[in-house]
């Protein structure tokens, strides 16, 4: 009876969560404002991990930073399409970039978390702000047989160039920070 009354709650809650509309404020901000530059940083206290990486320095760091960027400045640049000149600045707070015998062996995903800000490119002055912006490329599981399954599937999604699950991650990250820019009533 219990677990139906907590189901029932989350369930309630997911509902209202979706009902809510944005702040007209925060649309007019973002239409009357078109991306011009990105910037992507990291957070001094940025968080990796990995199965023999955390808390290291992880070399992945930059390619992950650096195809971040690029998706970016290719589906972003001139959204939403207003007239100020707009610079987007993406901190990274949380980075973990599988390796690809990870995402074969131990089914390991790929996660990023940053801030993502919206500023006037001339002055600074903070335009909009989304703190919580969160990219996932997950890893097929398998339990039994399945474990076989799941370990071709995965392989097949890392097969390709040496960058393939860091373009796949920054393809779910700025997807995200799309949806945001084109926020609408």
Known sequence: M???SCAMALLFVTM???CV???PRLIAALQRTSVREIRVETAPDVKMTGLF???KPDPQLSVVVRTLKNTMEKEL???PGGPNRGRLVVTLHVVNLSTKAGRILIESNSDIVGTVRLEDAKTGQLIAENPNVYGRNPAMRGEGLGIFVAMAVN???AAGPEDILAQRL???FTHQVKLW???KK
Do not use: K, P
Request: net charge negative; proline share 0%; hydrophobic share 40%.
């Open 2 to 4: 219990r677990r139906a």
């Open 16 to 18: 209202l969560a979706s």
């Open 21 to 23: 509309t944005a702040d």
């Open 53 to 55: 990486t955390e808390g």
């Open 77 to 79: 640049i001139g959204l």
């Open 155 to 157: 392989a097949a999604e």
């Open 170 to 172: 920054s393809n779910a």
């Open 181 to 183: 820019l084109q926020t």
